[in-house]
């Protein structure tokens, strides 16, 4: 079973490279590749073909989820896991908004990743036990939240996350700052933010990536 899973490996740290590698291999698996930045990372995945791949989330030249996006969009069936240190809720709702399965911490032992290994296969989701199930929860309701913005106001969404001014979308968009204002009001509370002057600035500059996406 194990060695039916082909499995490319990537992370800018040689040593955990390394490791990881020779953990892997040395418990069945078989990994077809291995890169040390985002790119070659990427030519491994359309290249190869391989089942299953292990990314670091902050690679040279292309992050983690530019792969998985890349990859996606033309088309790859390769499942991913992201390995990384980062346990911010941003970091996961960008991967929920890649619908990447598996989200492990450099902190978790090989049973996790094994565990991880066998979810994903089999089309599930697994988050390192680490992260706090309520911070998985928030960034999938916060993911649903912004499917109830109107076109307009993912728009100016973008514009914002972008930070630019409301004078200069107001003025982008041909319309005045009273209606961007308004537009920014209806957002902060479909997204459920505080009322306060840079809740929506500060949020949509955090979430930049995934607002792009949308």
């Not at 290249?47 to 890349?70: N, Q, Y």
């Not at 988050?127 to 499917?147: D, G, H, R, T, V």
Request: positive net charge; aromatic residues 6%.
């Amino acid at each position: 079973m194990k060695k039916k899973i082909s499995i490319i490996i990537a992370d800018d740290h040689p040593m955990l490279l390394k490791g990881l590698f020779e953990e892997l291999t040395e418990n069945g698996y078989h990994v077809i590749g291995k890169a040390e930045n985002g790119l070659s990372a990427l030519e491994l995945v359309l290249k190869l073909k391989p089942t299953l791949a292990i990314l670091d989330v902050d690679m040279p030249l292309l992050s983690g989820f530019e792969v998985v996006k890349m990859a996606t969009d033309k088309k790859s069936a390769t499942q991913f896991i992201i390995q990384t240190f980062h346990k911010e809720s941003s970091y996961i709702m960008q991967a929920k908004s890649l619908q990447i399965k598996g989200y492990l911490l450099k902190e978790d032992s090989f049973l996790e990743i094994e565990k991880c290994i066998k979810a994903v296969i089999n089309k599930c989701e697994y988050f390192s036990p680490s992260i706090q199930n309520n911070s998985i929860e928030n960034a999938s309701s916060q993911l649903q939240k912004l499917q109830f913005l109107s076109a307009s106001e993912v728009v100016i969404l973008k514009y914002i996350s972008k930070q630019v001014s409301t004078k200069h979308i107001a003025e982008k968009l041909n319309v005045s700052a009273r209606t961007i204002e308004k537009h920014r009001s209806n957002i902060i509370e479909k997204l459920d933010l505080k009322a306060s002057t840079n809740s929506l600035t500060n949020w949509a500059f955090i979430n930049k990536n995934i607002i792009l996406n949308l």
